[in-house]
């Protein structure tokens, strides 16, 4: 009997690898960040917030991505629905092209997005009239960061939708609600951790992204050009202080993403026991 306990808690030679695969990883992935904070401290970090340019910059970062992020939620959300409740041709095609900018070389996004929306650009030369123009501003910026972010609120929003049980809707519509009523009252309460966790990865994603705006925006400097121009103009010791905030920021959004998304997992019931 004592033999048989022992041999039921021993670890095959299977889970054996993958908690060693597992470790590898999160160290691979860990390793970096932790360096980064661990060399800082609070000095450096101190250093970075009583720098003029480091603090209009993170703000600059943070404000642009959450006008992208609101910019991303009025348009995406309602495609999002669409595609976690309808079929329609050329759906397949819709979901592929939606993801594109995932795979999309960013400093490639970047000169796309200069080939339209710049001075001689189709969409530059139409908008530069009413005063909207995308190189070296705010609006650029922002216009960089949808495009590379945008993917995943509409891929979050889509599986948050698709999980709420569309019998729900038809029986508020056959209670009276409009087809926007049961969306609004039903579908999306339930629904809207997942919808904001793919905001939050959106609003992150933005604040991250360096390679399409550095070639449509340069200026006025985010904090992940700043990081880029005081490390090639002034070496390591300059480029941290941005460095450091940014890490900060971007853990942040992981744990908020986390706090979201965990407690919808477990009502779906797809969290092991």
């Known amino acids: 009997m004592r033999r048989r306990r022992m041999s039921g808690r021993r670890i095959s030679p299977f889970w054996a690898l993958c908690v060693a695969a597992g470790i590898l990883v999160v160290v691979f992935v860990a ?3 932790a360096s980064m904070l ?29 006008i992208t ?12 629905y669409l595609l976690a409740r309808k079929e329609f041709p050329g759906k ?44 070296e501003t705010v609006a ?3 216009l960089a960061m949808l495009f590379v972010s945008l993917p ?14 569309e019998r729900y809707e038809h029986v508020a519509r056959t209670l009276g609600s409009s087809r926007f009523g049961a969306f609004a009252r039903v579908t999306f309460p339930q629904a809207w951790r997942g919808v904001l966790a793919g905001a939050l990865l959106m609003w ?14 340069y200026n006025p400097k985010v904090i992940s050009v700043l990081t880029f121009e005081r490390f090639e103009g002034f070496g390591l010791r300059a480029a941290q202080p941005p460095a450091v905030l940014i890490v900060l920021v971007a853990f942040l959004v992981f744990v908020l993403v986390r706090a979201l998304s965990a407690p919808r997992r477990r009502r779906s019931g797809t969290e092991p026991p």
């Open 38 to 66: 661990a060399g800082a401290g609070a000095g450096l970090l101190g250093e970075a917030l009583r720098q003029d340019d480091v603090r209009r910059s993170l703000v600059l970062t943070v404000s642009a991505a959450l």
């Open 69 to 80: 992020t609101v910019i991303g939620f009025v348009a995406g959300v309602p495609l999002a």
């Open 204 to 217: 992150g994603r933005g604040i991250s992204e360096f390679g399409a705006v550095v070639i449509l925006a």
């Open 140 to 142: 650029g910026i922002v």
């Open 31 to 33: 390793m970096p960040a």
């Open 152 to 165: 995943f609120l509409v891929d979050g929003s889509r599986e948050a939708f698709a999980l709420v049980d």
């Open 92 to 135: 397949r095609a819709v979901e592929g092209l939606i993801d594109v900018p995932i795979v999309f070389p960013h400093t490639a996004a970047g000169i796309a997005l200069l080939t339209v929306y710049g001075r001689q650009g189709i969409a530059g030369r139409l908008l530069a009239p009413l005063g909207l123009e995308f190189t």
